[in-house]
């Protein structure tokens, strides 16, 4: 029984900073990964950041440099740091959880991130 949470959203002017956290309780088994996502109004669902077991950290390319993902393991919690964050930041962010053994999934239920000129 896995649940993901997702907080620290919230409306900030561009080139402010945000950090957004994911709690994920509950077992998850073998290898997973961790990674958040974002869907702007109209828009597909993306890739922002994703983090494993293991460390290893990957970036779309529309955040490098300004968002770090990280992680917390005695907290269960994932961390996104975002800054410079610029108007085109704007999206529900959502966190998502993967087993990289049995492939379950889980997913958060989002949190706002809108970023004003």
């Known amino acids: 029984q896995v649940q993901v949470v997702e907080s620290g959203g919230g409306l900030v002017q561009a080139g402010r900073s945000l950090r957004l956290s994911c709690f994920v309780s509950?077992?998850?088994?073998?290898?997973?990964?961790t990674s958040w996502y974002r869907q702007a109004p109209g828009k597909d669902r993306e890739l922002v950041a994703t983090?494993?077991?293991?460390?290893?950290?990957n970036y779309a390319d529309s955040v490098k440099g300004r968002f770090t993902v990280s992680r917390d393991d005695f907290k269960n919690t994932v961390y996104l740091q975002m800054n410079g964050l610029r108007p085109e930041d704007t999206a529900v962010y959502y966190c998502?959880?993967?087993?990289?053994?049995?492939?379950?999934?889980?997913w958060g239920q989002g949190t706002q991130v809108t970023v004003s000129s």
């Open positions: 509950g077992r998850i088994f073998g290898f997973n990964a």
């Open positions: 998502h959880v993967r087993s990289l053994i049995s492939s379950a999934s889980y």
């Open positions: 983090i494993t077991g293991r460390g290893t950290t």
